[in-house]
Protein backbone atom coordinates (compact mmCIF):
# COMPACT_ATOMS: atom_id res chain seq x y z
CA UNK A 1 0.00 0.00 0.00
CA UNK A 2 1.42 3.31 -1.01
CA UNK A 3 1.69 6.42 0.97
CA UNK A 4 -1.31 8.72 0.96
CA UNK A 5 0.39 12.14 0.16
CA UNK A 6 3.12 12.89 -2.43
CA UNK A 7 6.50 13.99 -1.50
CA UNK A 8 6.35 17.11 -3.69
CA UNK A 9 3.74 20.38 -3.91
CA UNK A 10 5.68 20.22 -7.92
CA UNK A 11 6.14 17.51 -10.32
CA UNK A 12 9.33 18.68 -12.01
CA UNK A 13 11.00 15.36 -12.75
CA UNK A 14 11.09 12.25 -11.77
CA UNK A 15 14.73 12.83 -10.09
CA UNK A 16 12.77 14.81 -6.96
CA UNK A 17 9.58 11.80 -6.73
CA UNK A 18 10.37 8.32 -5.02
CA UNK A 19 9.21 5.15 -5.32
CA UNK A 20 6.00 5.71 -2.83
CA UNK A 21 4.94 8.37 -5.22
CA UNK A 22 5.40 6.52 -8.28
CA UNK A 23 3.30 3.83 -6.88
CA UNK A 24 0.60 6.17 -5.39
CA UNK A 25 0.54 7.83 -8.63
CA UNK A 26 -0.27 4.10 -10.20
CA UNK A 27 -2.87 3.15 -7.65
CA UNK A 28 -4.77 6.31 -8.24
CA UNK A 29 -4.58 6.31 -11.91
CA UNK A 30 -6.19 2.37 -12.21
CA UNK A 31 -9.11 4.04 -10.19
CA UNK A 32 -9.40 7.08 -13.02
CA UNK A 33 -8.85 4.54 -15.64
CA UNK A 34 -12.29 3.11 -13.69
CA UNK A 35 -13.60 6.12 -14.25
CA UNK A 36 -12.79 7.54 -17.72
CA UNK A 37 -14.11 4.10 -18.76
CA UNK A 38 -17.41 4.71 -17.89
CA UNK A 39 -20.26 6.18 -19.37
CA UNK A 40 -19.93 9.31 -17.22
CA UNK A 41 -16.29 10.21 -17.55
CA UNK A 42 -15.97 12.79 -14.96
CA UNK A 43 -15.61 13.57 -10.99
CA UNK A 44 -15.97 16.37 -9.14
CA UNK A 45 -12.59 16.48 -7.32
CA UNK A 46 -10.78 19.50 -9.08
CA UNK A 47 -13.89 21.61 -9.45
CA UNK A 48 -12.40 24.56 -7.08
CA UNK A 49 -9.02 24.48 -9.23
CA UNK A 50 -8.04 26.47 -11.55
CA UNK A 51 -5.29 24.95 -14.30
CA UNK A 52 -3.39 26.90 -16.86
CA UNK A 53 -1.21 24.78 -19.64
CA UNK A 54 1.65 26.73 -21.30
CA UNK A 55 3.20 25.49 -23.93
CA UNK A 56 6.16 27.05 -25.42
CA UNK A 57 6.89 24.46 -27.68
CA UNK A 58 4.25 22.14 -29.83
CA UNK A 59 2.94 19.55 -28.44
CA UNK A 60 -0.55 17.12 -29.56
CA UNK A 61 -0.38 14.04 -26.86
CA UNK A 62 0.98 15.74 -23.31
CA UNK A 63 -1.32 19.15 -24.05
CA UNK A 64 -4.43 17.46 -25.28
CA UNK A 65 -4.29 14.71 -22.56
CA UNK A 66 -3.24 17.43 -19.98
CA UNK A 67 -6.63 19.06 -21.01
CA UNK A 68 -9.06 15.83 -20.79
CA UNK A 69 -7.51 14.70 -17.84
CA UNK A 70 -7.82 18.22 -16.32
CA UNK A 71 -11.95 18.33 -17.73
CA UNK A 72 -12.51 14.97 -16.61
CA UNK A 73 -11.68 16.47 -13.10
CA UNK A 74 -13.64 18.95 -13.55
CA UNK A 75 -11.25 21.72 -13.51
CA UNK A 76 -11.67 25.32 -14.88
CA UNK A 77 -8.98 25.43 -17.75
CA UNK A 78 -7.08 27.64 -19.77
CA UNK A 79 -4.87 27.05 -22.13
CA UNK A 80 -1.77 29.37 -23.73
CA UNK A 81 0.42 28.50 -26.61
CA UNK A 82 3.53 30.85 -27.11
CA UNK A 83 3.17 30.89 -30.72
CA UNK A 84 -0.01 33.62 -30.32
CA UNK A 85 0.97 35.05 -27.22
CA UNK A 86 2.89 38.55 -26.79
CA UNK A 87 5.93 36.31 -25.70
CA UNK A 88 6.45 37.51 -29.52
CA UNK A 89 6.36 41.00 -28.19
CA UNK A 90 9.48 40.30 -25.96
CA UNK A 91 7.36 39.55 -22.54
CA UNK A 92 9.45 36.99 -20.51
CA UNK A 93 8.48 34.15 -19.11
CA UNK A 94 8.54 35.21 -15.46
CA UNK A 95 6.04 37.94 -17.08
CA UNK A 96 3.92 35.86 -18.69
CA UNK A 97 3.36 33.43 -15.89
CA UNK A 98 2.62 36.26 -13.74
CA UNK A 99 0.03 37.71 -15.40
CA UNK A 100 -1.62 34.36 -16.02
CA UNK A 101 -1.84 34.14 -12.41
CA UNK A 102 -3.42 37.19 -11.64
CA UNK A 103 -6.42 35.20 -12.80
CA UNK A 104 -6.48 33.02 -10.06
CA UNK A 105 -4.67 30.17 -11.63
CA UNK A 106 -3.92 27.14 -9.11
CA UNK A 107 -1.64 25.02 -11.21
CA UNK A 108 0.58 25.57 -14.15
CA UNK A 109 1.24 22.76 -16.61
CA UNK A 110 4.17 24.13 -18.95
CA UNK A 111 6.17 22.60 -21.70
CA UNK A 112 9.42 24.49 -22.19
CA UNK A 113 12.20 24.12 -24.71
CA UNK A 114 14.69 24.88 -22.22
CA UNK A 115 16.28 22.44 -19.57
CA UNK A 116 14.74 23.96 -15.95
CA UNK A 117 12.19 26.39 -17.18
CA UNK A 118 10.33 24.46 -14.56
CA UNK A 119 12.26 24.42 -11.67
CA UNK A 120 13.26 28.26 -12.64
CA UNK A 121 9.49 28.71 -12.48
CA UNK A 122 8.54 26.98 -9.08
CA UNK A 123 11.05 29.75 -7.33
CA UNK A 124 9.56 32.54 -8.77
CA UNK A 125 5.95 32.00 -9.02
CA UNK A 126 3.30 30.73 -5.88
CA UNK A 127 0.94 28.36 -8.21
CA UNK A 128 1.75 24.74 -8.43
CA UNK A 129 3.74 23.76 -11.49
CA UNK A 130 3.72 20.26 -13.71
CA UNK A 131 6.63 19.75 -15.68
CA UNK A 132 4.93 18.55 -19.56
CA UNK A 133 8.98 18.48 -21.00
CA UNK A 134 11.23 21.06 -20.66
CA UNK A 135 13.87 20.41 -23.42
CA UNK A 136 16.39 17.96 -23.29
CA UNK A 137 15.90 17.18 -19.13
CA UNK A 138 12.64 15.78 -18.24
CA UNK A 139 9.26 14.41 -19.38
CA UNK A 140 7.69 12.93 -15.86
CA UNK A 141 4.12 12.43 -16.90
CA UNK A 142 5.40 10.83 -19.97
CA UNK A 143 7.93 8.20 -17.88
CA UNK A 144 5.38 7.54 -15.49
CA UNK A 145 2.37 6.57 -18.24
CA UNK A 146 4.91 4.47 -20.16
CA UNK A 147 6.05 2.46 -16.57
CA UNK A 148 1.86 2.41 -16.41
CA UNK A 149 1.73 0.90 -20.09
CA UNK A 150 4.36 -1.64 -19.15
CA UNK A 151 2.75 -2.58 -15.40
CA UNK A 152 -0.77 -2.81 -17.11
CA UNK A 153 0.87 -5.74 -19.93
CA UNK A 154 3.52 -7.88 -17.83
CA UNK A 155 2.83 -7.02 -14.09
CA UNK A 156 4.81 -5.81 -11.47
CA UNK A 157 8.67 -4.06 -13.29
CA UNK A 158 10.87 -5.54 -11.14
CA UNK A 159 13.45 -7.63 -12.87
CA UNK A 160 11.84 -6.59 -16.19
CA UNK A 161 14.17 -5.53 -19.38
CA UNK A 162 13.33 -2.53 -21.11
CA UNK A 163 15.78 -1.06 -24.12
CA UNK A 164 15.00 2.66 -24.95
CA UNK A 165 16.15 2.87 -28.65
CA UNK A 166 17.31 5.93 -30.36
CA UNK A 167 18.22 9.71 -30.06
CA UNK A 168 18.98 9.08 -26.34
CA UNK A 169 21.00 12.43 -26.35
CA UNK A 170 18.48 14.64 -26.90
CA UNK A 171 15.69 12.85 -25.21
CA UNK A 172 13.73 14.21 -21.77
CA UNK A 173 11.54 10.89 -22.37
CA UNK A 174 14.51 8.81 -22.23
CA UNK A 175 15.92 10.20 -19.14
CA UNK A 176 12.80 10.36 -17.36
CA UNK A 177 12.38 6.70 -18.60
CA UNK A 178 15.52 5.15 -17.61
CA UNK A 179 15.08 7.22 -14.21
CA UNK A 180 11.33 5.70 -13.56
CA UNK A 181 12.17 2.20 -14.55
CA UNK A 182 14.94 2.04 -11.97
CA UNK A 183 13.40 3.07 -9.44
CA UNK A 184 10.69 0.45 -9.37
CA UNK A 185 13.66 -2.32 -10.19
CA UNK A 186 13.76 -2.89 -13.77
CA UNK A 187 16.83 -3.44 -15.95
CA UNK A 188 17.07 -0.65 -18.55
CA UNK A 189 19.17 -0.59 -21.89
CA UNK A 190 19.64 1.76 -24.07
CA UNK A 191 20.66 0.72 -28.42
CA UNK A 192 21.93 3.94 -30.53
CA UNK A 193 24.65 4.90 -32.57
CA UNK A 194 27.77 6.00 -30.81
CA UNK A 195 27.18 9.72 -31.31
CA UNK A 196 23.35 9.77 -29.86
CA UNK A 197 24.00 7.57 -26.95
CA UNK A 198 25.46 10.77 -24.55
CA UNK A 199 29.14 9.82 -22.81
CA UNK A 200 28.22 9.57 -18.90
CA UNK A 201 25.14 7.56 -19.55
CA UNK A 202 26.17 4.17 -18.00
CA UNK A 203 26.47 6.10 -14.53
CA UNK A 204 22.28 6.25 -14.50
CA UNK A 205 22.89 2.21 -14.11
CA UNK A 206 21.95 1.71 -17.33
CA UNK A 207 23.55 -0.77 -20.05
CA UNK A 208 24.31 0.37 -23.40
CA UNK A 209 24.20 -1.70 -26.92
CA UNK A 210 25.12 -0.35 -30.49
CA UNK A 211 23.78 -3.47 -31.88
CA UNK A 212 19.91 -2.91 -32.47
CA UNK A 213 19.31 -6.88 -32.74
CA UNK A 214 21.31 -7.75 -29.71
CA UNK A 215 19.03 -5.22 -28.15
CA UNK A 216 16.21 -6.95 -29.16
CA UNK A 217 17.12 -10.10 -27.88
CA UNK A 218 17.85 -8.88 -24.65
CA UNK A 219 14.70 -7.05 -23.76
CA UNK A 220 11.19 -8.02 -23.04
CA UNK A 221 9.85 -4.19 -24.10
CA UNK A 222 11.50 -1.88 -26.82
CA UNK A 223 11.19 1.74 -26.81
CA UNK A 224 12.15 3.25 -29.85
CA UNK A 225 12.34 7.32 -29.94
CA UNK A 226 12.64 9.85 -32.63
CA UNK A 227 14.99 11.40 -33.96
CA UNK A 228 14.90 14.98 -32.19
CA UNK A 229 16.02 16.98 -35.59
CA UNK A 230 14.94 20.50 -33.95
CA UNK A 231 17.30 19.87 -31.06
CA UNK A 232 20.63 18.67 -33.37
CA UNK A 233 22.82 21.41 -34.53
CA UNK A 234 25.39 19.07 -36.20
CA UNK A 235 25.01 15.80 -38.07
CA UNK A 236 24.89 12.63 -35.76
CA UNK A 237 24.45 10.44 -38.26
CA UNK A 238 25.06 10.56 -41.91
CA UNK A 239 21.34 10.39 -43.48
CA UNK A 240 17.93 9.18 -42.13
CA UNK A 241 18.17 6.08 -44.29
CA UNK A 242 21.28 5.12 -43.26
CA UNK A 243 19.76 5.32 -39.41
CA UNK A 244 16.80 3.28 -40.61
CA UNK A 245 18.40 0.77 -41.54
CA UNK A 246 20.75 0.26 -38.94
CA UNK A 247 18.25 1.23 -35.96
CA UNK A 248 14.74 1.22 -37.10
CA UNK A 249 12.56 -1.58 -35.79
CA UNK A 250 10.39 -3.40 -38.77
CA UNK A 251 8.48 -6.49 -38.89
CA UNK A 252 10.74 -8.56 -40.10
CA UNK A 253 13.10 -7.79 -37.21
CA UNK A 254 10.30 -8.30 -34.98
CA UNK A 255 8.69 -11.78 -36.56
CA UNK A 256 12.38 -12.92 -36.56
CA UNK A 257 13.43 -12.24 -32.49
CA UNK A 258 13.15 -15.85 -30.23
CA UNK A 259 10.45 -14.26 -28.42
CA UNK A 260 7.33 -11.83 -28.45
CA UNK A 261 8.39 -8.05 -27.43
CA UNK A 262 6.36 -5.58 -26.23
CA UNK A 263 6.86 -2.33 -28.19
CA UNK A 264 6.25 1.37 -27.65
CA UNK A 265 6.97 4.76 -28.57
CA UNK A 266 6.09 8.27 -26.99
CA UNK A 267 5.18 9.75 -30.30
CA UNK A 268 5.00 11.58 -32.57
CA UNK A 269 6.23 8.57 -34.64
CA UNK A 270 8.36 8.93 -37.58
CA UNK A 271 7.25 6.24 -39.91
CA UNK A 272 9.87 4.18 -41.95
CA UNK A 273 12.37 5.84 -39.76
CA UNK A 274 12.74 4.76 -35.91
CA UNK A 275 9.68 1.90 -36.72
CA UNK A 276 8.00 1.04 -39.50
CA UNK A 277 3.86 1.06 -40.07
CA UNK A 278 3.71 -2.69 -39.21
CA UNK A 279 5.04 -2.61 -36.40
CA UNK A 280 3.31 0.37 -34.82
CA UNK A 281 0.05 -0.80 -35.65
CA UNK A 282 0.59 -4.70 -34.53
CA UNK A 283 -0.32 -6.56 -31.92
CA UNK A 284 2.50 -6.14 -30.09
CA UNK A 285 2.36 -2.58 -30.19
CA UNK A 286 1.17 -0.49 -26.68
CA UNK A 287 1.24 2.89 -28.18
CA UNK A 288 -2.30 3.64 -28.71
CA UNK A 289 -2.29 2.48 -24.82
CA UNK A 290 0.30 4.53 -23.81
CA UNK A 291 -2.32 7.21 -25.34
CA UNK A 292 -5.13 5.99 -23.56
CA UNK A 293 -2.97 5.82 -20.28
CA UNK A 294 -1.51 9.00 -20.25
CA UNK A 295 -5.39 10.96 -18.97
CA UNK A 296 -5.44 8.78 -16.23
CA UNK A 297 -2.09 8.72 -15.30
CA UNK A 298 -2.25 12.86 -15.54
CA UNK A 299 -5.57 13.15 -13.82
CA UNK A 300 -3.82 11.47 -10.80
CA UNK A 301 -1.01 13.29 -10.87
CA UNK A 302 -3.26 16.38 -10.90
CA UNK A 303 -5.62 15.08 -8.70
CA UNK A 304 -2.51 14.55 -5.78
CA UNK A 305 -1.21 17.30 -6.36
CA UNK A 306 -4.20 19.31 -5.50
CA UNK A 307 -4.23 17.09 -2.66
CA UNK A 308 -1.27 18.69 -1.74
CA UNK A 309 -2.80 22.26 -1.22
CA UNK A 310 -4.99 21.20 2.22
N1 LIG B 1 5.00 12.24 -26.28
C1 LIG B 1 4.87 13.57 -26.41
O1 LIG B 1 5.35 14.34 -25.58
O2 LIG B 1 4.17 13.95 -27.52
P1 LIG B 1 3.79 15.48 -27.87
O3 LIG B 1 5.08 16.19 -28.17
O4 LIG B 1 2.85 15.41 -29.04
O5 LIG B 1 3.14 16.07 -26.65
Not at 103 to 129: E, T
Not at 171 to 176: L, P, Q, T
Not at 231 to 255: C, H, T, V
Not at 268 to 293: C, Y
Amino acid sequence: MAAERLSTRHLLGIKDINRNDIELIFETADNFKGVINRPIKKVPSLRDITIANIFFENSTRTKLSFELAEKRLSADVINFAASSSSVSKGETLIDTVNNILAMKVDMVVMRHPYAGAGVFLSRHINAQIVNAGDGAHEHPTQALLDAFSIREKLGDLAGKKVVIVGDILHSRVAISNILCLKMLGAEVMVCGPTTLIPRHIHELGVKVEHNLMKALNWCDVANMLRIQLERQDIKYFPSQREYAMMYGLNKEILDGLDKEIIVMHPGPINRGVEITSDVADSKQSIILDQVENGVAVRMAVLYLLAAQRD
